[in-house]
């Protein structure tokens, strides 16, 4: 080897990568960092509720109010996640299938709940439900309770979790084509048939993956469901509104139990989403 | 699809129908009418109709009602505050989310998918947890607050808090935004750049840096965003006093508990404009990289 392209060569090495020192000193700050700003707080939610032992923490869980909170945030997900998903389908459907003019606008506005504060998306049902909203005065007159009932812990959710599944399939059936639809159809099959068969298998873990993270928005969804749910214990109390009361009522192991549960939903979440990643090449949610 | 001639199946359309419709290009795949006519209702029902309320009421009350409660004191304090502390917690996250996006992309070390799926955390995370965690954390007797203490730092209860639970629910955004595009640039141009001479700070100042630089703004953006609007994980760490650490959002929920719809209104209102400003940059942003990285 000839010196000139033996220090060609290092200068390279040099130049287009850190040394093992650097290396090891990048890799401790963000570690360091990613230790204190998400580990420590995951720790410290199992720490603090199972800070009075385990049986503390498990009477905290069994309470009727947290039993109650409990069953309504999975009924609002059961409820909100479906919805979103047949949307989401549809969404991705026309919008990947055919050609139509303003495309790009339709999926900002479908993206647009995401742009919008939690608050302000609770705040809007207030103003059309309400006692003092739009159409207040005819739900007061007809005995229909929307805000600070369920139906607008729903509405809510539904708002706060409505791009998840349509901007997780858009992109992965804007990948795939209709070429496969196209050979489907042409060869007989009806539009449910091809959709059923053709279709839906070639997206069904891109599907599984948005209804995965619309589930944990829905299940963990705060700033929304706070402004409409009324804060009724046993009736409109979901987990995370729970957390906040106990937490308010200085009951911290309380707070902190249901809070467990919570971030165990996330955990699973994290793991599956991982999984589906890993396994099926699928892109990251928050990419665009 | 845009330069392929018509496919035969285009053609295959049963002579009865119209030849060529006005709205869509002709497709050999049924459901467009289904589709896109539920689409359409959805989003106007779920959507459009409930955020289009806020302006309608906004336009209701009057220009200068709408100035007094929208621009009160309270509100321009909480405003600053909310709009302050989201700024400084997208510019941690700038820096440490590249740092954290680097490592990730650049290096092998035990335990980076582990790493790489909790930076996902905070998206999985309900608010209101990391904001009660956050609490409990940097609390005067908590486990990072009390050496925090020692130094006379306060950050439970200051707006020092409100930036922390901002940097925790924003930090993917930046990383998720800058890791797909660190791992796209070549090594070619690095490796070319420095047979020619540079040294490491040259290459990342000038190659490296310029061809993440949008991607980096794009997650600076949405952790902005994300920050202003953010509730949850805010509220148990701020205080809330009025003036000093109530952020807009908590303003709302408080007009909206004292009944008072205009000013819950206006300050949302307020505060949407911004949010949609924000999310117009963003795409100005990707749309001028896009046309000088030719992606």
């Known amino acids: 080897m000839s010196p000139s392209l033996l220090s060609a060569r290092s200068v390279s090495r040099r130049s287009t990568s850190e040394g093992p020192f650097a290396r090891l000193a990048l890799i401790s700050v963000a570690m360091l960092f990613l230790a204190f700003f998400l580990l420590l707080p995951l720790v410290s939610v199992f720490s603090e509720g199972l800070k009075q032992g385990v049986d503390v923490f498990a009477e905290a869980i069994v309470t009727p109010d947290a039993i109650s909170a409990i069953k309504l945030t999975l009924l609002i997900a059961a409820i909100s996640v479906p919805l979103n998903m047949v949307f989401g389908i549809a969404a991705s459907w026309a919008i990947t299938k055919f050609r139509f003019p303003g495309k790009s606008i339709l999926i900002t506005l479908i993206d647009l709940p995401f742009s919008v504060s939690p608050v302000v998306s609770g705040l809007i049902f207030v103003l059309l439900f309400g006692a003092n909203g739009y159409f207040g005065a005819w739900l007061a007159e007809h005995d229909v309770r929307i805000i600070f009932a369920v139906p607008g812990i729903i509405l809510a959710t539904v708002f706060i979790t409505f791009p998840f599944v349509a901007r997780e399939l858009i992109p992965l059936m804007m990948e795939q084509g209709k070429a496969d639809e196209e050979a489907a159809i042409s060869l007989g099959a009806s539009g449910w048939q091809t959709f059923w068969h053709v279709t839906l298998p070639n997206i069904r873990w891109g599907l599984l993956y948005g209804v995965l993270l619309c589930n944990a928005r829905a299940m963990g969804e705060f700033g929304a469901v706070s402004v409409v749910s009324g804060h009724i214990r046993g009736e409109t109390n979901t987990m995370p509104l729970h957390v906040e009361i106990l937490y308010n009522e200085y009951d911290f192991v309380g707070a902190f139990a249901v809070a467990s549960l919570l971030a165990c939903l996330a955990l699973v979440t994290l793991v599956a989403k991982t999984v589906l990643e890993w396994r099926f090449d699928l892109h990251g949610g928050a990419k665009h | ?295």
Do not use: C
């Open chain 2, 1 to 295: 699809m845009a330069d392929t001639p018509p496919s035969p199946l285009a053609r295959a359309v049963p002579p009865g129908k119209p030849a060529l419709r006005p709205f869509r290009k002709r497709s050999a795949l049924p459901g467009f009418s289904l589709t896109f006519g539920f689409t359409i209702g959805w989003l106007t029902l779920i959507v459009l109709i409930p955020l289009a309320t806020i302006f309608l009421r906004s336009a209701g009350m009057g220009w200068a009602e709408f100035v007094r409660v929208g621009f009160s004191d309270r509100a321009i304090a909480a405003y600053r505050l909310s709009f302050g502390t989201a700024a400084a917690a997208g510019a941690v996250n700038a820096v440490f989310g590249l740092l954290v996006a680097w490592v990730l992309v650049r290096y092998d070390f035990t335990g980076k998918r582990i790493i790489g799926a909790l930076v996902d955390l905070p998206f999985a995370l309900p608010t209101a947890v990391a904001g009660i965690a956050l609490t409990a954390l940097y609390a005067p007797n908590g486990w990072i607050g009390r050496y925090l203490e020692q130094f006379g730092i306060k950050v439970a209860f200051t707006p020092l808090g409100i930036v922390i639970a901002l940097v925790f629910i924003g930090l993917p955004f930046v990383v998720r935004s800058v890791e797909p595009v660190l791992a796209d640039l070549g090594k070619d141009v690095e490796e070319a750049a420095a047979t020619l001479g540079a040294n490491r700070f040259h290459v990342f100042s000038q190659i490296i840096f310029p061809a993440i630089a949008p991607a980096l703004l794009t997650g600076f953006a949405l952790s902005f965003a994300r920050g202003v609007g953010e509730y949850g994980s805010v509220i148990f760490i701020s205080g809330n006093m009025p003036g000093k650490t109530e952020i807009a959002p908590l303003l709302i929920v408080t007009q909206l508990e004292q009944y008072a719809y205009a000013g819950a209104t206006a300050i949302a209102t307020v505060m949407m404009l911004a949010s949609f400003a924000i999310l117009l940059l963003i795409n100005v942003i990707q749309a001028a990289s896009r046309a000088r990285y030719g992606a």
